[in-house]
């Protein structure tokens, strides 16, 4: 879908009520995950309606991973009650899945004829739809088999316009039910049921990850990138072409052997006897052309098995409009052979020396003779003082995961709180209210990750140029802090709103939330310390309560800067590209990257229509982007920044687009028992 509107934003929000009836005909009982089918000779209503209720129970219908902000709820409706003869036993463990009083002694008093699902959201009817296409398309899929809809409006994934046709014919919002707040936002209700403490008892607030209990993870089993900073100055990435899938299989096994005369791919475990930290660390990853032309085992069809991925296996090109790169930044301007099916495999080579890189590069290209075809060779490194070109202090914050980061033994990431490990890993439990009856297969995907591997060209003359062309309406260093939400040196707005100095210790550099600071002390729901679209603000919005449940959408970044050092007092001496390059990491690539990309740097409706009282923003932050990702233009571009003690808002607008992408890919990091099982 177009990262544009299709529609005019909306200040209020809009009801769609969608009335299904259960089928009167006999349905088929697929491998969709529902449970135990009921006997024969149960009319088929109840059969269905039985199914339906089993069904949503085990698998939802995945409502809240929907990407538009909305609520959403589905009740049942026209009871009908059964004879005492028609009444049907209930196996007692699914007793709890109906309605109070529908099931007495044990037995099944009445079915229902039609259901509702009722919901209200933000912004427009096309975007909302789309996103049910795309996000829980399986759950519809599979509750089209108990409730009539046409034949040609399944799979939903392919037939949008007649799934659009069937929401419209279906829609009761005139008839029936409206949204219980009609003259504001669902965004606007959410902020100020949170901010009094007392939430609306005729919504719901999308929910948010349940905390998974620390289980023991094999470490050994998961690449370390997925879960470990390597802290080291270099790294390299070849992007290499599949030359002959057997040949790659056998440098696979050379390369997980144990053999020192062979780079060694990283996993995640520190052994206990490591003193000093290894020279080199190595990782790999595949695209899904890549693993398709790798002709592997994995018990079923690859398209099949990674069904519940459409966005890896439509690769990065073909996601371009969806996050924004177009323009400038679309697949045509991209090098390397990154965006085309050259790119098939990426081996990424992290060193503590250039003379390791070297050494160990040089291995690697012979092995890959008669295997891989090396396309290119995207080198990356991190400055001493561990800044990027724009001066940001990088890599400070990043998601702590639950049964990998112990406290006893922290790795990296922030200290506020620690999230569910199946939002980085696959082959566990499922991502929260995930509706899709599918997961990968153990053989590949057991302990494997997604990543989206990016370059991204960083205009940093233009950057400062245009921090300096606004002197005269606020300090440039002040403004550069507004836009990321960090002063240049890594410290938080939250935590120093004035000056950058003086810094707080490390490790309380992620200690804080926007609604209330750790101590409680301050409340900046208004942005009035760290602006509501500033970049940090909008890639983690931490306690705030923006598009979908924060918690659903953190990725691991593993980054490093290319090209010569800037130097600001010579801005004209070198006009070498220059950028940032590597992996944005979850368990899905829809859930957490392009959801980022999508809703939180590029889509205005990151917080709409905030209810300020103070400030002159009526109208929230509707219509601007990420000052620094998103997809700017100097026509429209605007960011707002209010001014200290609520005496208004300063608007800075007429920015350019500041980073622009020059290539991409999706890839998979297998686990190293799925690499093992790769040899084979």
Known sequence: MSTQQTGPITAVSNPLNLLLT??????????????????????????NFIQLQLTLAKNGIGLNTILTVHFARANFVNRIELLPADQLEI??????????????????????????????????????????????????????????????????????????????????????FTSGYPL????????????????????EVPAAAPSLKPNKLDLADIQGLIVRGYRVPLFRNFICTIKDAAAVKSVIAKMISGDSQYPQITSAEIPETLTEKPKYFLNMSFTYVGLKNMDLN?????????????????GAAARA?????????????????????????????????????????????????????????????????????????????????????????????????????????????????????????DVIGCNGSFGAFRVLKQDVKGFDAYLNSQSETIDPELLAAKFCGRWRNGQPLEQSPNSPVPMSPNDDLNNFNYYTDAHG????????????????????????IVASPVEHHRVMRRAMSYGPPYNPKKPDSNDAERG?????????????????????????????????ENTDLPDGIVGSRDPLLGTNCTDTSVFDVVKGDHQGTTKIEGFPRFITTRGGAYCFFPGMSALNSMTE
Request: glycine share 6%; aromatic share 12%; hydrophobic share 35%.
């Open 22 to 47: 259960v089928r009167d005909t006999a349905a088929g009982f697929p491998n969709t995950g529902v449970i135990n089918p009921p006997p024969d000779g149960v009319p088929n209503v109840i059969n």
């Open 91 to 176: 196996d007692p463990k699914y007793i709890p899945l109906f309605e109070p009083g529908d099931v007495v002694d044990g037995k099944l008093t009445c079915y229902y004829e039609k259901a509702y699902v009722i919901t209200a959201y933000d912004n427009n009817f096309n975007d909302y739809i789309s996103d049910f296409a795309q996000s829980v398309y399986l759950a519809f899929n599979a509750l089209f088999i108990f409730f009539e809809a046409p034949e040609d409006v399944t799979p939903v994934q392919k037939n949008i316009v007649a799934f659009t046709k069937f929401i419209n014919d279906n829609d009761q919002s005139s008839s029936a």
């Open 184 to 203: 504001i936002s669902v965004v606007q209700t959410i902020q100020d049921s949170k901010r009094r403490g007392a939430p609306y008892t005729n919504v």
């Open 298 to 314: 994995t018990g079923q069809d690859l398209a099949q098995a990674f069904a519940s991925f459409p966005s890896f296996i439509e």
């Open 321 to 441: 409009n969806f996050v924004g790169d177009t323009g400038s930044s679309s697949p045509e301007h991209w090098k390397a052979g990154l965006g085309t099916d050259s790119t098939q495999v990426i081996v990424t080579l992290y060193a503590r020396s250039p003379l390791v890189r070297e050494e160990k590069s040089a291995v690697l290209r012979k092995m890959f003779e008669g295997a891989l075809d090396i396309v290119a060779e995207l080198d990356g490194v991190t400055f001493p003082d561990g800044r990027i070109h724009f001066g940001y202090k990088d890599g400070i914050a990043q998601p702590t995961i639950n049964a990998i980061n112990a406290p006893e033994r922290p790795l990296e990431g922030d200290q506020s709180k620690m999230e569910p490990y199946n939002l980085i890993l696959t082959g566990h439990n499922k991502l929260p209210l995930d509706p899709s009856p599918y997961t990968i297969p």
């Open 521 to 544: 002390q301050f409340d900046d729901f208004e942005g009035s310390r760290c602006p509501i679209g500033a970049h940090i603000r909008r890639a983690n919005p931490r306690d705030a």
């Open 580 to 612: 940032l390059i590597g992996f944005f990491i979850g368990a899905s690539v829809e859930n957490s990257f392009e959801f980022i990309m999508r809703d939180w740097f590029n889509d205005s409706t990151f917080a709409p229509d905030l209810p300020f």
